[in-house]
């Protein structure tokens, strides 16, 4: 659509963010995209901020002026953040349960602006957070589309789908807006407006990574797991073709040759995603990438073609070691699914990183203990072990909420909590954790087994220990 030239002088000047606290040195996984979490403490990578980015380049083919900051690995304080947005008609903030406290706080000094909040977190307390003030519009959901309406109507938001705003000292919660039904329509994200070197991860070492989705959205029911509050369990894909173009273009463009997949769970549908390594290879693009799976999606046949197209980790959940706790989390995957998943990668050489999680409902002492065992004998190449947290916006919160004050789900950070969903306590899950981590770390043969990967990229061994160094420290602080 071309729009007239005073429309284009008309449209307001508009910052997308990521979130800041007064102090603050680490970057949240906030992303109003991926909607899988609401934000969790992540101090060793910093993810590029994809949704931002995603939404930046619909409101620019639209010809809305834009602009995105994201203030740590851009070098921002919080009154650094707070001077630069000050130059902007609507500040958009993708909201995180662990540091809304401060992005509240951020906003109570732009009330002259449009303030507007979006995310997973948003969604899940829209009303809660207009309620108490703290911005003047919630973006629900898939944001794309609804930024672009609310921006082209701000003063008049009636027929908007998926915004939440008050109006007149009352709240108007318009109707969910309707999935996009051809991602493959969508422009490429507009990766020109982020520093594309500053971004990296724990699997790629001092070296810069993009982010690429090829679907959205999850049909799995994992009781931790928000993507439904977006994506309402279907999931939407792109075709094979469109990924490839866009990963071209990541590699001529920008010179990244690394790549996270980030879909909720890449790895369902094995005739896409073979379509899709097979392209990869013929391009010869020479890149190396990761991604999300679940056990019980991937067939030897699938991993082989991952391989081939330059897959070198595949990231496992496999939460439990326990039965009645991973029917209760609904995660419906059996231990003999974990240990043919695992293997099978391992054999083709393909790392594999597994997560854990500790404290979710039907938890005891013993099958914790278990599941620390279980992570020992699977023995990936990475294990993350986290306390179960009900995020806004999961089924864990809806059956919990009762029992927490308003103010506690913004503490969560998945590492500590003072809230347990079992029978042992807060502060012991948070022991156990440690002891976890101890016992897996500490082996002699994991620590071979890091010998052996640092000789095998010896260029990448300082930054390897330094990951290593920084979460200890962060775990045990
Ligand atoms: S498999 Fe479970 S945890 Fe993973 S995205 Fe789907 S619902 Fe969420």
Request: aromatic share 10%; proline share 5%.
């Amino acid at each position: 659509m071309v729009e007239s030239e005073e429309a284009m002088k008309n449209y307001p000047t508009v910052l997308l963010m990521n979130p800041i606290e007064e102090g603050q040195d680490y970057v949240v996984d906030v992303d109003p995209v991926i909607s899988r979490h609401t934000g969790g403490k992540t101090k060793i990578g910093i993810f590029p901020p994809l949704g931002m980015t995603c939404v930046a380049a619909v409101l620019r083919k639209h010809d809305i002026p834009v602009t995105i900051l994201d203030p740590i690995p851009q070098g921002y304080s919080f009154e650094g953040a707070l001077e630069y947005a000050r130059s902007f008609d609507v500040i958009i903030i993708t909201l995180a349960a662990s540091n809304a406290q401060g992005a509240y706080r951020f906003f109570s000094s732009l009330k002259d602006k449009v303030r507007i909040f979006m995310g997973t977190h948003a969604t899940a307390l829209a009303d809660y957070i207009l309620e108490k003030g703290y911005c003047d519009i919630i973006i629900r959901g898939e944001p794309e589309y609804t930024t672009l309406e609310t921006i082209k109507n701000l003063h008049n938001l009636e027929s908007v789908l998926g915004v939440s705003y008050r109006k007149g000292g009352k709240m108007v919660s318009n109707e969910d807006r309707p999935l996009i039904e051809n991602l493959d329509d969508l422009p490429f994200p507009a990766r020109d407006l982020t520093d594309n070197m500053k971004y990296h991860i724990v699997s790629f070492p001092g070296k810069p990574v993009a982010m690429v989705l090829t679907s959205r959205g999850c049909p799995f029911e994992c009781t931790f797991c928000a993507t439904h509050l977006f994506y309402k369990r279907k999931r939407n894909v792109r075709s094979p073709e469109n990924v490839v173009k866009e990963v071209e273009k990541i590699v001529h463009d920008y010179g990244i040759a690394h790549i996270f997949f980030i879909d909720d769970t890449f790895t369902i549908g094995e005739k896409r995603i073979v379509k899709l390594c097979q392209l990869l290879q013929e391009k010869k693009l020479k890149i190396e990438w990761i991604c999300l799976g679940r056990v019980d999606t991937v067939t030897e046949s699938m991993l082989r073609e991952m391989k081939e197209a330059g897959c070198k980790e595949v990231i496992y959940g496999i939460e439990s070691a326990s039965t009645t706790v991973l029917t209760m989390i609904k995660k419906d995957i059996t231990i003999e699914q974990m240990e043919m998943a695992v293997t099978t990668t391992k054999n083709l050489k393909i790392r594999v990183s597994l997560f854990f999680m500790f404290g979710n409902p039907g938890d005891t002492l013993q099958s914790i203990r278990e599941t620390s065992r279980l992570a020992r004998r699977l023995n990936p190449n990475f294990a993350s072990f986290n306390i179960a947290t009900p995020d806004p916006g999961t089924p864990l919160f809806e059956s919990f909420k009762e029992r927490f004050a308003e103010e506690t789900f913004e503490t969560f950070d998945r590492l500590n909590t003072s809230f347990s969903m079992c029978e042992v306590p807060a502060d012991q899950l948070r022991r156990e954790l440690i002891r976890a981590y101890l016992l897996y770390y500490c082996r002699p043969t994991y620590w071979l087994h890091l010998l052996k990967y640092l000789i095998s990229d010896p260029l990448n061994a300082p930054s390897i220990l330094s990951l290593f160094y920084r979460h200890a420290m962060i775990v045990l602080s």
